[in-house]
């Protein structure tokens, strides 16, 4: 409870016991004083405890000419119920203060309320370091503001301690903990050489990490920064209700006179009727009391933050809360192959014979793959780190000479003596050999052995463990439709399309292709459907940007990814991405619910307080009890299922 | 120049009232003040001094939210 908080407690709870005793009291017209107009300076006396800072806010807002605020309709209503009470001479002043009191303690809650879900949410998200260590030259350790570390310094992180910046360890093992980063709850093992980002929890060992970046440059800064910004931008409910509580609240004020003033005149003009001047005011009194917009007000920002802040305890860094909106209305999703929902790594998939047939022979299989990845010890293609991961073997390289890499051909070498050549196609024409031309998806090589053909190695991008789980959750959470887009020949996309079950396929697209698509994809869908593009962000910023909303894959280290996309995952899974919508939807309907509710309940007090059946306070238990249940079912936003 | 303040805010709608009014000040380019991360943000127009230039930020956001702070 911060400082204002408990003086506002302590101010209830006097004005309570006061207003208890006044009401208990018998005789209130025996005390000094008492017997003016009933004990109103008692009664006024209390009322100012209670009250006091709302006429300041309410004078301050008329004096700034911004009359119409919540404030005002407090004094008017608690104002006007004193004057009620004094011309009635009934002595009633107790409903004034009441109503003062009521407002106070759902003003009390709502601020404790939202401090407490604002600092969980915010305790969420804290990642920031607050030191680094680095060594003396005495060998004692130092701590110091990871701002004036400078890159290339070597800081020490020891078991527990977040690692401040990024870098790459120079000394010890350990495991670190990401899950702060990427949601992702499997520890980390990091040798010396590997590369370590900030905001990861050391768990086991002593980390000596040399910086790579400063600072501010950092990921942990970076993704500080996002979120931080992220609560700035508005959502469209957020700039309904604001543009609606500028309307609204002048207009209460204005039909609340009316009100008061024209059935009496009404009346007037009918004989033999009484104008019932006190009853109509209290009626347009109460009317006000009812009409009070801060549930509203306080709950949809509340219940925005509360989705984002749940988003990124899953590892979803979504920019601000227009976009969290955007995200509830997605339903076309277009997807990057190579990265997001294949792992972007070649893996051996087939082994054929020289008939194209798979071999069953293990001793021929290893053979062919031990020919290849010796013949490509020395490359460092991405293709011979495949074959060389497929030998699983130390490669004896005593074995080999007479490497030759010919561009776009392959690798000619001599290998225990016998000339081989692995290769493509064309590797294989130009020598003259007799080979079979392969069927199958993926990246073929090509394997000869002393001027025989020996068969072929298929490798193949390896789709995703989550990959077919990722499309049927999409398909769960509303999608309707899944796009594949991909710059590969039309028979991997095809193959991989089926494994997935993704709806449709665009192959062999150049990046400016895959931006066509995608405008293509907007212009047919319905005013209120969005697009979501989701890559990995290494090469297709231009789409992330294009897209109506941009989702960019494995986040950490890539600053690109950051800058362009709309919705970062923070690693490489795409189930996060139906997790992402679902979390959106059920923010959005929370809105929506609050909306609906608040409205509802003050439309139907605001009628029966027209016609008198709602008394001042039933008004003000509507007020702060539709306040109360706006603000919990808003903290509801904030809470994920784990796993 | 953008300078990031932490604030003492009571509401959501405050904070938007306090942005519009910093908004206007000379020397502020854009003005950003969310109240669920308790932070202000502004940015200085080129050769403001953002010293003088809070002072009359703090003004007017007391202005119109007496309970505004800065911390």
Redo the contacts between chains.
């Keep these: 409870m911060t400082r204002?908080q408990r003086i506002m407690l302590i101010r209830i709870v006097v004005a309570a016991v006061l207003t208890a005793i006044l009401a208990l009291l018998p005789d209130i017209t025996a005390l000094p004083l008492g017997s003016v107009a009933k004990g109103l300076l008692y009664y006024l006396a209390v009322y100012l405890i209670i009250g006091w800072d709302i006429l300041?806010?309410a004078f301050?807002g008329i004096l700034?000419r911004?009359v119409f605020d919540e404030n005002f309709l407090m004094m008017v209503a608690t104002a006007g119920a004193f004057g009620l009470a004094l011309y009635e001479k009934s002595g009633d002043y107790l409903e004034a203060i009441a109503v003062m009191l009521f407002y106070q303690v759902g003003e009390f809650f709502q601020?404790y309320a939202v401090g407490k879900s604002?600092r969980s949410?915010?305790s969420l998200m804290d990642i920031r370091p607050d030191y680094a260590n680095i060594e003396t030259s005495s060998g004692n350790l130092q701590k110091v503001d990871p701002d004036e570390v400078e890159t290339g310094s070597v800081i020490v992180v020891l078991p527990g301690e977040k690692v401040p910046i990024d870098g790459i360890v120079a000394e010890g093992v350990s495991s670190l903990n990401t899950s702060a980063l990427t949601g992702e709850s499997l520890p980390r093992e990091v040798a010396p050489g590997d590369e370590v980002v900030s905001g990861s929890i050391n768990m086991t060992g002593v980390l000596k990490i040399r910086t790579t970046k400063e600072f501010g440059e950092s990921t942990v800064s970076k993704i500080l920064e996002l979120v931080?910004d992220s609560?700035?931008h508005k959502s469209r409910s957020e700039d309904f209700i604001?543009r609606f509580?500028r309307i609204y609240t002048p207009a209460v004020c204005f039909a609340a006179l009316a009100l008061a003033l024209l059935p009496p005149l009404v009346r007037l003009m009918i004989p033999g009727m009484e104008p019932m001047w006190n009853v109509w005011i209290y009626r347009a009194l109460t009317f006000l009391v009812i009409s009070c917009p801060c549930a509203l007000?306080?709950s949809i920002?509340?219940s925005f933050?509360a989705g984002i802040g749940a988003a990124s305890r899953v590892g979803v860094l979504v920019k601000g809360a227009n976009i969290l909106e955007t995200l509830s209305k997605v339903r076309t999703v277009v997807l990057d192959k190579t990265g997001t929902l294949t792992l972007g790594v070649f893996e051996v998939t087939a082994m054929h014979d020289i008939n194209d047939l798979d071999t069953t022979d293990e001793e021929q299989k290893r053979r062919i793959v031990e020919l290849a990845a010796l013949a490509e010890c020395a490359s460092t293609h991405p293709i011979s780190k495949s074959l060389l991961r497929a030998y699983e073997q130390e490669v004896d390289h005593s074995r080999v000479s007479d490497i030759k890499e010919l561009s776009g051909l392959g690798i000619t070498a001599r290998i225990d003596g016998l000339e081989v050549a692995v290769g493509n196609e064309k590797l294989m024409q130009s020598l003259g050999l007799d080979f079979c031309h392969c069927q199958s998806a993926g990246t073929i090589v090509h394997v000869a052995c002393d001027g025989r053909y020996a068969g072929h190695i298929v490798l193949g991008d390896l789709i995703k463990p989550n990959a077919a789980k990722s499309i049927a959750a999409l398909h769960d959470a509303g999608v309707d439709q899944t796009v594949m887009l991909t710059g590969d020949a039309e028979s991997v996309a095809l193959e991989v399309a089926a494994a997935l079950g993704v709806d449709k396929v665009y192959a062999e697209l150049l990046p400016a292709g895959k931006v066509e698509k995608v405008e293509e994809l907007m212009a047919a869908q319905g005013k209120n459907e969005k697009l979501a593009f989701v890559g990995d962000g290494i090469n297709d910023a231009p789409v992330l940007s294009r897209a109506d909303l941009g989702i960019a894959m494995g986040g950490v280290g890539s600053d690109a990814a950051i800058e362009a996309a709309d919705v970062v995952l923070m690693d490489d899974d795409p189930l996060k991405i139906a997790r992402a919508i679902g979390i959106s939807r059920k923010t959005l309907r929370i809105v929506h619910q609050n909306i609906v509710m608040a409205l509802g309940i003050k439309a139907a007090c605001l009628v029966l307080g027209a016609f008198g059946i709602a008394n001042m306070w039933l008004a003000i238990f509507a007020d702060v009890g539709v306040m109360i249940l706006a603000v919990l079912n808003a903290i509801r936003a904030m809470r994920v299922k784990k796993g | 120049m953008k300078k990031s303040y932490n604030i003492d805010v009571d509401c959501a709608n405050c904070a938007n009232l306090v942005e519009t009014e910093v908004k206007k000040i000379a020397g502020v380019k854009d003005a950003n003040v969310v109240f669920m991360t308790q932070k202000m943000k502004i940015e200085f127009e080129e050769g403001a001094d953002p010293d003088a230039v809070m002072k009359d930020v703090l003004k007017a956001a007391k202005k119109v939210e007496p309970d505004f702070e800065i911390l």
Excluded: G, Y
Aim: glycine letters at 0%; hydrophobic letters at 35%; zero cysteines.
């Design positions: 204002k300041r806010k301050k700034n911004r601020s604002r949410i915010s931080e609560a700035s604001t509580a007000v306080i920002p509340l933050f």
